[in-house]
């Protein structure tokens, strides 16, 4: 048949199944491209029956982005380990090896700036996300980790370290006794708080106060207690265990030499009755009852501090992990 002819047939024969106005109007292109991520527009007319179920528009399924466990796990516990690490270098390491502990410090940092670099570059924002709670697991452990050194970690060491004397007179020469970490005085040794001065610089009040022993000649004093903001100007000295009748020992102090030093200097100015041994034969303590109980004492409390530290740490990672539960690593 001529070409026109069929198509009269074919029409003819679509009436005859009610879609002839369908086959009337052509179909129109989709609106958008690609098409999975459109709906493609149909034409209008009455719909032929049955056909309904042939016709639908498309809708693209709507992703959801979940957080696997291991991913959860990887934001609370990463930045936590590493806040540890950092304290625990600080604790147990920096004494003896500062340069290793400060490197592997600076490595923790530049794997957070990794984080952060990666996950911009792959618009990953879980990943920038990590990368922030790495640095700011180290820019947290750095002042825990400086206190326990300064507070508990130096005096530690150096009382577990030096070496320890009993019966030492405290008119005995201080230059004899420049190795010692630890000295356990005779009986009827004591602390002259009345001759005790505090030197400020700073802020600071550096306490001074001479040992001597009861009866005893008084001789230019090599062994000082001392301590800071424990004291007034002249007087009312209260550093350590001065209040304990029974104490005569003390624990020598490493750092601020030079400004006990000016206040032992300030002391012997003061006080007319009080001279100044010389400057290298003064040895400055830490007065107190018993070194042993004194170091375990310091152990105790720095283990403490670096536990509640870590504990809260663990808490703050796990809220912000919770946080960002809708976000994947990938």
Known sequence: LPPARRVSR?????????????????????????????????????????????LVPYAPP????????????????????????????????????????WALVAASGL??????????TRRKSAQIVLGFLIVASVGLALPIGLHLVSHYMADF?????????????????????????????????????????????????????????????????????????????????????VTNTAAHSGVRVEGDREDFVNAARMAAATYRNLTSAKTEDMVFLRWTADAVAYKEKLWSSAATFATTASAVHLLGSAGAGMMLGRCTLR
């Not at 106005?21 to 491209?33: G, S, T």
């Not at 794997?111 to 911009?120: D, E, K, N, Q």
């Open 157 to 241: 060491f150096a009382v577990d370290g030096g070496a320890t004397y009993h019966g030492v007179s405290p008119t005995a020469p201080g230059a004899s006794y420049l190795d010692a970490s630890a000295v356990e005085f005779t009986h009827g040794a004591y602390t002259d708080t009345q001759h005790s001065v505090g030197y400020m610089k700073f802020g600071t009040v550096y306490c001074v106060a001479p040992i001597f022993s009861a009866g005893g000649t008084r001789t230019p004093p090599s062994f000082w207690a001392v301590g800071k903001d424990c004291c007034e100007q002249k007087g009312k000295f209260t550093c350590g265990d």
């Open 62 to 101: 709507k992703k959801v982005s979940v957080t696997k466990p291991l991913d959860f796990l990887v934001i609370v516990l990463l930045p936590w380990l590493i806040f540890s690490l950092v304290v625990a270098l600080f604790a147990f390491s920096y004494q003896d090896f500062a340069p290793l502990v």
């Open 111 to 120: 794997l957070g700036f990794l984080f952060i670099s990666m996950g911009a």
């Open 10 to 54: 074919a029409r003819a024969a679509a009436a005859g199944h009610g879609i002839a106005p369908l086959l009337r109007q052509p179909l129109e292109p989709p609106a958008c491209y690609p098409i999975s991520s459109c709906t493609m527009r149909v034409p209008q007319g009455p719909a032929a029956p049955g056909s309904a179920d042939m």
